[in-house]
């Protein structure tokens, strides 16, 4: 529903774009959505939006019980069918093929994939040796790019298709003790700009979603961890990485939810190849 409401509510200085951009009706009333990585924090916000949003969703990611949870907290979709829960390991092609090709039949297609899963470490650069690298870099980036294979093959084939990356401010502003995560989303920002122009005339968009630091135990994991190495409290350490990104206050991870869904929407239409920092 249109609301331009030009006067703003108690906290003008949080609103913004997102807040009018999606108090309009994103028409995904029972689109079928596969996202992947919906147990973490931001996957949990982004299932919310798009379940209030009426589409039916296929959430993907290893732990089942969780993913379970999620599902059964979230509204029907539209028209009153329950959301699926499909177990994949990015880890493995086989697995995510199988993912795919379960939520594919069970949809009955696949209008949006969306990528939340991640998982990174930070760490003093000389300190990282290949093994961390290699654990940072394969979810995030080589489990987005097997996902990716599995699921633009399918898309082209349809001739239809909006996918959505969510991969991290740190592309542009890397952290000096969070190196790894940033070279992936820097490597997955490249392929969103890259692949959008061979899935183009195919009929399918791609974009990125880059958040800055959000609220979440993930952030509070890498801060305690790097409290830890510089004998700071895990405060000082937030304050200190705040500073260093130039934000004043964390996002939360609604915020990211709603441009991902944006993204996910025909509003977005005829937007490819880019990406909204967070
Ligand atoms: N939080 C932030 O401040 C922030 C900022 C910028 C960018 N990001 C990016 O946003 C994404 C999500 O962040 P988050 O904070 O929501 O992370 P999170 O809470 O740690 O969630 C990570 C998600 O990834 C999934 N995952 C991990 N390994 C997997 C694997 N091998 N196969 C399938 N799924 C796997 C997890 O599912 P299972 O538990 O089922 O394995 C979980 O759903 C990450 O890529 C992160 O880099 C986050």
């Given at each position: 529903m249109a609301n331009y409401a030009l006067w703003a509510p108690a906290r003008p200085w949080r609103v913004t774009a997102s807040d009018r951009l999606m108090s309009e009706d994103l028409q995904l009333s029972d689109h079928r959505i596969v996202l992947c990585g919906a147990n973490g924090t931001l996957g949990r916000a982004i299932a919310r939006k798009l379940a209030d949003e009426g589409t039916h969703l296929a959430l993907l990611g290893r732990?089942?019980?969780?993913?379970?949870?999620?599902?059964?907290g979230l509204p029907n979709s539209a028209s009153g069918r329950r959301h699926l829960v499909v177990q994949c390991d990015l880890g493995q092609q086989p697995s995510i093929d199988t993912a795919i090709d379960?939520?594919?039949?069970?949809?009955?297609?696949?209008?949006?994939?969306?990528?939340a899963?991640?998982?990174?470490?930070?760490?003093?650069?000389?300190?990282?040796?290949?093994?961390?690298w290699q654990r940072n870099l394969e979810v995030k980036l080589f489990g987005t790019l097997r996902i990716l294979r599995s699921v633009s093959a399918r898309m082209t084939q349809s001739n239809r298709g909006r996918i959505v990356i969510v991969a991290g401010n740190s592309a542009e502003k890397p952290d000096p003790r969070m190196l790894p995560g940033a070279a992936a989303n820097a490597a997955l920002l490249t392929i969103v700009r890259g692949l959008a122009d061979e899935l183009k005339p195919r009929g399918v968009t791609i974009n990125a979603v880059s958040p800055g630091p959000v609220r979440s135990p993930r952030l509070d994991a890498?801060?305690?961890?790097e409290a830890e190495r510089s004998g700071v409290t895990p405060e000082q350490a937030t304050?200190?990485?705040?500073?260093?990104?130039?934000?004043?206050?964390?996002?939360?991870?609604e915020d990211v939810a709603d441009y991902v869904a944006f993204f996910a929407s025909n509003l977005s239409s005829y937007l490819t190849g880019t990406s909204i920092t967070v």
């Amino acid at each position: 529903m249109a609301n331009y409401a030009l006067w703003a509510p108690a906290r003008p200085w949080r609103v913004t774009a997102s807040d009018r951009l999606m108090s309009e009706d994103l028409q995904l009333s029972d689109h079928r959505i596969v996202l992947c990585g919906a147990n973490g924090t931001l996957g949990r916000a982004i299932a919310r939006k798009l379940a209030d949003e009426g589409t039916h969703l296929a959430l993907l990611g290893r732990n089942i019980e969780a993913m379970k949870a999620v599902a059964d907290g979230l509204p029907n979709s539209a028209s009153g069918r329950r959301h699926l829960v499909v177990q994949c390991d990015l880890g493995q092609q086989p697995s995510i093929d199988t993912a795919i090709d379960t939520a594919e039949k069970d949809l009955g297609g696949i209008d949006v994939f969306i990528s939340a899963a991640g998982a990174s470490q930070g760490g003093i650069f000389w300190e990282l040796d290949d093994a961390a690298w290699q654990r940072n870099l394969e979810v995030k980036l080589f489990g987005t790019l097997r996902i990716l294979r599995s699921v633009s093959a399918r898309m082209t084939q349809s001739n239809r298709g909006r996918i959505v990356i969510v991969a991290g401010n740190s592309a542009e502003k890397p952290d000096p003790r969070m190196l790894p995560g940033a070279a992936a989303n820097a490597a997955l920002l490249t392929i969103v700009r890259g692949l959008a122009d061979e899935l183009k005339p195919r009929g399918v968009t791609i974009n990125a979603v880059s958040p800055g630091p959000v609220r979440s135990p993930r952030l509070d994991a890498l801060m305690k961890a790097e409290a830890e190495r510089s004998g700071v409290t895990p405060e000082q350490a937030t304050a200190a990485f705040l500073e260093r990104s130039g934000v004043r206050e964390l996002a939360a991870p609604e915020d990211v939810a709603d441009y991902v869904a944006f993204f996910a929407s025909n509003l977005s239409s005829y937007l490819t190849g880019t990406s909204i920092t967070v």
